[in-house]
């Protein structure tokens, strides 16, 4: 039946990371709108097609320019001990392991997409996670770390000049910022989709810790939207009375 | 035997279902206590990590760390933008309020008033520099001036004077420093910019410039610089923006 999981450091870094993401982006995109380009003032700016077009109102948080900064400047820090609190625990514990890339894993996402895109029949054969949540689950904490060095570099761009000289100057850590937010985000939202089309039964793992592996996407050989529910159990004649 | 069933049950809800449920019901109600500029109650919260990051950001700083222009950088010249929060553009009225003259005074041995020509006879520098805006914008200008260490010198700034106030006679626009960035190196009371005596487009007669300080910081059409026992805010700090605003 139902087996442990997801150990509660997990879980709980896990929550307060969509927290901690969704205000960092939301706050991080109120302050790119105060100036929604990167070009230094009286150059242009190569590799931004959207120069000077504000992102929608409705994606940004913290009211104005001022509220936004604290508002990021504040959950920084939740992030960055969360994200190290995280990282520790699966370092200590092993879970490492389970993330980490190996050999094969391109072929094996490879195998996925052709299942996913009905090129396969069966799902492939899979540990706790499958080949392309593997990659997901290793590039994102990546890319926070990324996110957070960039996003120092343009905080201190005098004080640790060093470090927005290896993002290759203020404009281009500031470009690199962005770059790493789109990322965790299109991360995020795949993950969330993928979690609701392929793997509902996953969302209550995260919060009690406990899977039924029955019902894990291979057990299904669940698509994006196919096999969301369990195959029904062969009828079997109830156990006689002794 | 029936397999025993493990879940609570919560009208006829399983533990599972309650809880996931529950965490969509609960960031609804997160998400509606809050309005666009999150929950009010998270005001506190932001204002002490605020003096948590006024800490950090003042251990790390240091007069060594010296601010750059990039090989290949053109200058901004006039695509630097012109800021005031009057009305108009804040000219000096000569013949209202007399002859312009920056006030040095506070915590000092010798309190002054110095004219524009005082200011050009004092010891000058020009440092082309990045300009860091709060709005993430950078500019790169070369600001001509007085050092502010050389000016502290000269009035025998007090060893208690922890912060400086920069006045001005934009409205009631002034921000306080600490003085630490105010005794960086490449902090200037500057009067000239790209190599012309400063326009009022740009905060004549004096303004300060650092690189180490975001723009707002950075007073433009000064009156009065004042050496401070204390912090004494500031027109944009008060308003919600990081008063330290280093960079």
Redesign the interface.
């Known amino acids: 039946?139902?087996k442990k999981r997801h150990h509660w450091i997990v879980r709980v870094t896990h929550w307060v990371n969509v927290v901690a993401i969704i205000?960092m982006v939301g706050s991080g995109l109120q302050?790119?709108n105060?100036?929604p380009?990167f070009?230094?003032?009286?150059?242009l700016f190569c590799c931004y097609p959207f120069e000077h077009k504000p992102v929608p109102a409705w994606l940004?948080?913290?009211?104005?320019?001022?509220?936004a900064?604290?508002?990021h400047?504040?959950m920084m820090?939740v992030l960055v001990v969360n994200g190290l609190v995280y990282l520790a625990f699966i370092y200590l514990h092993g879970e490492w392991r389970d993330l980490v890339p190996r050999k094969g894993d391109i072929r094996d996402s490879w195998q996925m997409v052709k299942f996913y895109t009905f090129r396969r029949k069966d799902h492939p054969h899979q540990g706790k996670n499958n080949a392309l949540q593997k990659t997901a689950y290793f590039l994102l904490p990546i890319a926070g770390i990324f996110a957070v060095a960039t996003g120092v570099a343009i905080?201190?761009?005098?004080?640790?000049?060093w470090l927005t000289a290896l993002f290759g100057?203020?404009?281009w850590a500031?470009y690199w910022h962005f770059i790493a937010m789109v990322v965790i985000v299109v991360l995020s939202v795949v993950h969330v989709f993928m979690v609701f089309a392929v793997d509902p039964y996953s969302?209550?793992s995260m919060?009690?810790g406990?899977y039924d592996e029955k019902l894990s996407p291979e057990a299904r050989n669940a698509r994006p939207f196919y096999h969301l529910f369990p195959r029904r159990a062969r009828a079997t004649p109830p156990?006689e009375a002794t | 035997m029936t397999e025993p069933r493990k879940f609570l049950t919560i009208g006829g809800i399983d533990r599972r279902e309650f809880l996931a449920v529950g965490g969509g019901a609960l960031s609804a109600a997160l998400l509606a206590a809050c309005d666009s500029s999150g929950p009010k109650s998270a005001e506190k919260l932001l204002r002490y990590a605020e003096r948590k990051n006024l800490g950090v950001e003042r251990a790390l700083f240091r007069h060594t760390a010296i601010d750059k222009v990039q090989a290949g950088a053109h200058d901004a010249g006039n695509k630097l933008p012109s800021y005031f929060v009057s009305p108009t553009v804040p000219v000096w009225d000569e013949s209202a309020r007399g002859k312009w003259a920056l006030e040095v005074s506070g915590l000092v041995g010798k309190p002054m008033r110095l004219t524009l020509d005082d200011l050009q006879r004092l010891p000058r520098v020009s440092n082309r520099v990045n300009h860091y805006c709060v709005e993430g914008w950078t500019a790169v200008e070369t600001w001509t001036g007085v050092p502010f260490t050389e000016l502290a010198k000269l009035v025998g700034a007090s060893p208690d004077a922890h912060y400086v106030d920069f006045q001005s006679f934009d409205d009631d626009y002034h921000e306080s420093w600490d003085i630490e960035s105010a005794m960086h190196p490449q902090t200037v009371v500057a009067y000239g910019l790209d190599g012309k005596m400063l326009e009022p487009a740009h905060g004549a007669p004096a303004r300060v410039y650092s690189p180490v300080k975001l723009g707002y910081k950075n007073t433009k059409y000064l009156t009065k610089i004042v050496f401070l026992p204390k912090m004494n805010g500031g027109y944009w700090s008060d308003r919600g923006y990081e008063w330290y605003g280093g960079v």
């Open positions: 039946m139902a205000i302050i790119f105060a100036y380009a070009a230094r003032k009286g150059e940004t948080f913290g009211g104005w320019l001022a509220g900064r604290n508002w400047f504040a820090w905080w201190k761009p005098v004080q640790l000049s100057g203020y404009v500031r969302l209550p919060i009690t406990n156990p």
